[in-house]
């Protein structure tokens, strides 16, 4: 099993819909998780950490942790085009915080 | 605060060549990291530096790649004898490490350096 998973995509969502994407992780004592969007070409760019279970919100941008279920995901409100990207899903490694390890991301598309 | 830097930006060199590339992380963090990226996937850890420190390095990382640190300042990656499999995007990132689990896991990457192996 992989420490980090979430479906590739592409996930595609009219303008102005919510996008959900989703990441599960491998060690139930993971304390961390992070989104970071990755437009094409580009590097990672941060978007939201999250520790604590339930909901988180910054923007449109809204992140949901549940440790029981070892899942968090990244809701976005209100999509837009310019929210075409990737997004990556990162969570410190089994035993350690050291580095993050990251999944191979959600390609997410916003058509008008 | 201008963020992590690289260089270059673009590397294009024919196989058996070797190659380097260098950041410079964000002044106050002390610990750097570097990633590789391939088409599709998300970034791989490579080697990360606390302080002049190299306190990790991947199992996957072959002997031709090296990594420095020497000031505790930038650091440099160096790849000898590339080849075509190399061909990848280089991330490099840092943080500050504190024993906040959140913060102190935070990291910011640079722009990336590309390298195209011919």
């Known amino acids: 099993q992989k420490e980090v998973e979430q479906n590739s995509g592409p996930l595609s969502v009219p303008e102005g819909a919510i996008a959900s994407l989703n990441c599960t992780y491998s060690d139930r004592g993971s304390q961390s998780f992070f989104w970071y969007r990755q437009y094409s070409g580009k590097s990672p760019e941060l978007i939201m950490s999250i520790y604590s279970n339930g909901d988180k919100e910054d923007g449109r941008f809204t992140a949901q942790l549940n440790k029981a279920s070892q899942y968090v995901s990244l809701l976005i409100r209100d999509s837009q085009p310019s929210d075409s990207a990737t997004y990556l899903c990162?969570?410190?490694?089994?035993?350690?915080?050291?580095?993050?390890?990251f999944g191979a991301g959600t390609r997410l598309a916003v058509h008008p | 605060d201008t963020g992590v830097s690289q260089d270059p930006r673009h590397k294009i060199t024919k196989r058996g060549q070797n190659v380097t590339f260098r950041c410079d992380p964000i002044?106050?963090?002390?610990?750097l990291y570097w990633y590789r990226q391939t088409l599709g996937q998300g970034p791989e850890f490579l080697t990360y530096?606390?302080?002049?420190?190299?306190?990790?390095k991947s199992r996957l990382l072959s002997d031709r790649f090296s990594a420095e640190r020497p000031k505790g300042s930038f650091s440099t990656l160096e790849i000898q004898r590339t080849e075509q499999g190399d061909s990848a995007m280089y991330l490099c990132?840092?943080?500050?490490?504190?024993?906040?689990?959140?913060?102190?896991?935070?990291?910011?990457f640079g722009e990336g350096s590309w390298l195209t192996v011919v």
């Open positions: 990162a969570v410190p490694p089994k035993g350690g915080y050291n580095k993050l390890i």
């Open positions: 002044s106050e963090h002390n610990r």
């Open positions: 990132a840092s943080s500050l490490y504190t024993f906040n689990v959140v913060t102190g896991n935070t990291i910011y």
């Open positions: 530096f606390q302080n002049e420190a190299q306190l990790e």
